[in-house]
């Protein structure tokens, strides 16, 4: 051998042996033609960069002694060889023999070190990104908005609430980071929307061929399970009804999607805790435009619609159906504010538009 041999070197041959025996296995095809980067994240330290740019092929034909021979390899270097190749291994195996049941927070900690409940995009490799992209994209949930899916959209901004997520279908986590306007914030943010989605999807390939996903935020779904109900039962609807299970919902997703400001705003505006307040009032006490606080108040229209676009023609047939009842059920008022808050009609846009050039 070119350098002293050791105990340590004498482990080291023995798990080069044994990698190349299990990744030189059938299940392994695909991956042999890929570089050593594939798996490499960001956060890997003292990476044997002479090694980066081979595939898994010429890598694991080579010899042990051919390897630590390599100009500016030794042992440490072979060690994050060794870290990647079993990297490859282990990642495989999880893909092979997790279950679509079992969430991708207990196969992250086999490949990148992530801790279940935790997201890092700093530990997330190329394989594991390709691997979200394509179980995304045959699930057919490529045109399902970025926005809709984000755990809070004041990670996002405005220009990308509503980009499909076959946007990034194409790109290498390493392209993402060298696309315009893309910085590390933008990027983090795309790869948990994939993460989490994902994560509920597991290691499904694709759904059965008699079945679809409907994959929405969830509390989506209890808005609609409401919504739903009180169309059976519209006479019976009541304004504490319509304020626990429709508008409190909505002002606590507003406070998540753009913060505690605005969701105080719109919690004002529906008079949940007392008198619903006008705009006049709202900008005298914080000392702003009513122009500024009907800005604020847009942000809350263009939150909801991403996250529920669907909302609004079911709020809008509810209101048209309560609309039509005698005696007028107790909670169309409030659920009359609620749609003008969050899905204002023509003349209700017109109207906050004639007042903000007023004030002006």
Not at 141 to 163: C, H, K, N, S
Not at 316 to 326: A, F, M, N, P
């Amino acid at each position: 051998m070119g350098k002293t041999s050791s105990v340590e070197e004498c482990r080291q041959i023995t798990s080069f042996l044994a990698l190349r025996k299990t990744l030189f296995g059938d299940q392994f095809a695909a991956d042999l033609d890929k570089p050593l980067a594939y798996w490499a994240l960001p956060g890997d330290r003292r990476l044997p960069l002479a090694f980066l740019g081979r595939t898994l092929r010429d890598l694991l034909q080579s010899s042990f002694e051919e390897l630590i021979a390599t100009p500016g390899i030794g042992q440490k270097k072979i060690t994050s060889l060794l870290k990647l190749l079993s990297r490859v291994a282990k990642n495989q195996t999880a893909t092979l023999h997790l279950s679509g049941a079992q969430s991708l927070a207990t196969q992250l900690p086999l490949a990148s070190g992530l801790q279940p409940g935790e997201f890092n995009s700093n530990l997330v490799s190329e394989s594991q990104w390709e691997q979200w992209r394509n179980i995304i994209a045959n699930h057919a949930l490529g045109e399902v908005q970025l926005g809709r899916l984000a755990p809070t959209l004041q990670a996002l901004p405005t220009v990308i609430w509503r980009m499909p997520l076959s946007t990034y279908f194409g790109y290498s986590i390493a392209q993402l980071r060298h696309l315009k306007t893309h910085g590390e914030k933008r990027v983090a943010a795309i790869l948990e929307v994939f993460y989490s989605l994902y994560e509920l999807l597991g290691n499904s390939p694709q759904p059965p061929s008699h079945l679809a996903l409907r994959i929405v935020p969830k509390f989506i779904v209890q808005l609609e399970t409401w919504v739903t109900s009180r169309l059976e039962k519209a006479d019976l609807i009541s304004e504490e009804s319509v304020r626990e299970s429709l508008a409190i919902p909505l002002v606590k997703q507003i406070q998540i999607d753009c913060g505690q400001t605005i969701g105080r705003l719109a919690e004002g505006r529906l008079g949940l805790h007392g008198a619903p307040q006008s705009v006049r009032l709202q900008a005298k006490r914080m000392s702003v435009t009513r122009a500024r606080v009907y800005q604020l108040l847009g942000e809350c229209q263009q939150a909801i619609t991403v996250r529920w676009p669907e909302g609004c023609l079911l709020l809008t047939c509810l209101q048209q159906h309560l609309s039509s009842l005698q005696p007028e059920p107790k909670g169309l008022k409030l659920l009359q504010a609620v749609v003008n808050l969050f899905f204002p009609d023509d003349d209700e846009m017109l109207r906050r538009k004639l007042e903000k050039n007023l004030d002006r």
